[in-house]
């Protein structure tokens, strides 16, 4: 957390991010049981019931398998978009740090057409009437780099944009700002545009320092038939992000 260059990848949150799936997967898989197992005896109830969770567990670990294939698929050429500072000698890294400087002050914004869009599970961005969008769904989940603002206590801003019509709500994602939990608090919401607020306390961090937005949720697939159909699985599209000192 008090070094200034942070992995982009999903792999640092591996662990929350599993945690998360199962629940996801335990829900879903409790409500489709749940009529089996109201029928049954006290003690086959119970053995349904681990069974539920052994088999939201093996789904979370599949979901787990699939995001690291596809990550240890990645070329050189992508690794080095994702995460460039991985490459450079720590050496360098120290003489480019030079002497101790303030943290930034804030507010910080970065927009889904920026130069300095640095992610991974985004699709390249895209111009809509509302201006520049990038849509989740690329991977298992989504990360995004933010300055840390010195750490402390923070506000994050988000403008986003739900898939092909579905109503835009935040109840179905999960949100990690460096592993903090998030809840959003809606700003404005029109139906499938929307600006969301949430608060985050994080430690101190020093002047560079980067934090990771990490967001997974639910994707959609296109409803629309015919040639102009869009084949992609898509996530929440995120316009501009803006992080401040509460």
């Given at each position: 957390?008090?070094?200034?260059?942070?992995?982009?990848?999903?792999?640092?949150?591996?662990?929350?991010?599993?945690?998360?799936?199962?629940?996801?997967?335990?829900?879903?898989?409790?409500e489709?049981?749940?009529?089996?197992?109201?029928?049954?005896?006290?003690g086959?109830?119970?053995?349904?019931?681990?069974?539920?969770e052994?088999?939201?567990?093996?789904?979370?670990r599949?979901?787990?398998?699939?995001?690291?294939?596809?990550?240890?698929?990645?070329?050189r050429?992508e690794?080095?978009?994702?995460?460039?500072?991985?490459?450079?000698?720590?050496?360098?890294?120290?003489?480019?740090?030079g002497?101790v400087?303030?943290?930034?002050?804030?507010?910080?914004?970065?927009?889904?057409?920026?130069?300095?869009?640095?992610?991974f599970?985004?699709?390249?961005?895209?111009?809509?009437?509302?201006?520049?969008?990038?849509?989740?769904?690329?991977?298992?989940?989504a990360?995004?780099?933010?300055p840390?603002?010195?750490?402390?206590?923070?506000?994050?801003?988000?403008?986003?944009?739900?898939?092909?019509?579905?109503?835009?709500?935040?109840?179905?994602?999960?949100?990690?700002?460096?592993?903090?939990p998030?809840?959003f608090?809606?700003?404005?919401?029109d139906?499938?545009?929307g600006?969301?607020?949430?608060?985050?306390?994080?430690?101190?961090?020093?002047?560079?320092?980067?934090?990771?937005?990490?967001?997974h949720?639910a994707?959609?697939?296109?409803?629309?038939?015919?040639?102009?159909?869009?084949t992609?699985?898509?996530?929440?599209?995120?316009?501009?992000?803006?992080?401040?000192?509460?």
């Amino acid at each position: 957390m008090t070094h200034p260059f942070l992995d982009l990848s999903p792999d640092r949150a591996d662990a929350l991010l599993d945690a998360a799936l199962e629940r996801r997967h335990a829900i879903r898989l409790r409500e489709a049981a749940a009529p089996i197992l109201a029928g049954l005896e006290p003690g086959a109830r119970l053995l349904g019931e681990h069974l539920v969770e052994e088999v939201a567990r093996l789904s979370a670990r599949v979901d787990a398998l699939a995001q690291a294939q596809a990550a240890a698929a990645l070329s050189r050429e992508e690794r080095l978009r994702i995460d460039p500072l991985r490459t450079i000698p720590a050496a360098r890294l120290a003489a480019a740090a030079g002497g101790v400087a303030p943290p930034e002050a804030g507010p910080a914004a970065v927009e889904a057409g920026d130069d300095a869009f640095l992610g991974f599970g985004w699709f390249a961005a895209e111009r809509t009437e509302g201006g520049s969008l990038r849509w989740s769904g690329g991977a298992r989940c989504a990360t995004l780099l933010l300055p840390a603002l010195g750490g402390g206590d923070v506000v994050l801003t988000l403008a986003l944009r739900s898939p092909f019509g579905v109503p835009l709500d935040l109840s179905g994602q999960d949100w990690f700002l460096d592993g903090v939990p998030l809840s959003f608090a809606t700003v404005g919401n029109d139906g499938t545009t929307g600006i969301f607020e949430a608060r985050a306390t994080l430690p101190p961090m020093p002047a560079g320092a980067r934090v990771t937005l990490l967001l997974h949720g639910a994707q959609h697939e296109d409803p629309a038939t015919g040639p102009r159909r869009d084949t992609r699985r898509l996530g929440l599209g995120l316009a501009w992000a803006r992080i401040e000192r509460a």
